[in-house]
């Protein structure tokens, strides 16, 4: 399963970068829609109108996209680095990667296939105490 979680981490990477390049690309439109605004006339209302809800849209889209897709890439980190709190955010947002299909579905059930294993909640539970199953329970190594 070691593999199927670095290449987890790996895909919500991509999926990360992905977020952030489509925020990026909003912005950009929210930006032209703006251009619209402040070259349109004043007594011209249309444009102004409609370019502005068009450019609030598009900002609150580019917004969210940034925040999507930073928050991938660094949950995409943590579970590189094996963070117990990595793998219950990543089932989290696997849930809500559900509604972005296709891609979106795809990383979401390959999240919770390798997120739910046994086998992977053992490789993010925190380091066991020093003691080890068997041995006595003295505190600091010394005979209890």
Known sequence: MK??????ALFHLVWGALSLAAGAATL???????????????TDLGPNVGATFTAGVFFAFAVAAVAWGGLHLWVGRALGRRLAWARVLG????????????????????????????ETRRMFEP???LSTPGAPQGGAGLPG
């Open 3 to 8: 593999r199927h979680v670095d290449l987890l």
């Open 127 to 129: 380091d066991a105490p």
């Open 91 to 118: 089932l989290g947002i696997a849930v809500l990667n559900l509604f972005f299909l296709p891609l979106g579905t795809a990383l979401a059930v390959y999240t919770l296939w390798v997120l739910l294993t046994n």
């Open 28 to 42: 950009a439109l929210a930006l032209g829609a703006l251009a619209i605004v402040a070259s349109a006339e004043r």
